[in-house]
């Protein structure tokens, strides 16, 4: 079992970065891909950034150079870093893990056993 609780989110002005974080619990963290996800109100969830047990990464078009995933194994916690935050990325941003030793990062949520509560992430324009 893994247990997800995210920080860092919250109100920024358009041009703004944030950095959100999530933090897992469990023995086999460093077994997981992870992935962060966000939704919009009335949008479906989509898929941000992930990052595999084995450091790959791979990123949605819309933040393809204003976003960073990472992870540090020893403190369990992965975090997403995003700069020249628009209007658009307002959504409730969630973490998720899949299921230990998938070694590809799939953009689907439905390939991700566990999530997080998500945290919110306003942008002002």
């Known amino acids: 079992q893994v247990q997800l609780v995210e920080s860092g989110g919250g109100l920024v002005q358009a041009g703004g970065s944030l950095r959100l974080s999530c933090a897992a619990s469990g023995r086999t963290f460093s077994r997981h891909t992870m992935g962060w996800f966000r939704q919009a109100p009335g949008k479906e969830r989509e898929f941000v950034a992930g990052?595999?047990?084995?450091?790959?990464?791979r990123y949605a078009d819309f933040v393809k150079g204003r976003a960073t995933i990472s992870r540090d194994n020893a403190q369990k916690t992965v975090y997403l870093q995003m700069n020249s935050l628009k209007p658009e990325d307002t959504a409730v941003y969630s973490c998720?893990?899949?299921?230990?030793?998938?070694?590809?990062?799939?953009?689907?949520?439905?390939?991700?056993?566990?999530w997080g509560q998500g945290t919110q992430v306003t942008v002002s324009s």
């Open positions: 990052i595999s047990f084995s450091y790959n990464t």
């Open positions: 998720a893990a899949a299921p230990a030793d998938t070694w590809a990062v799939v953009p689907a949520p439905s390939r991700y056993d566990y």
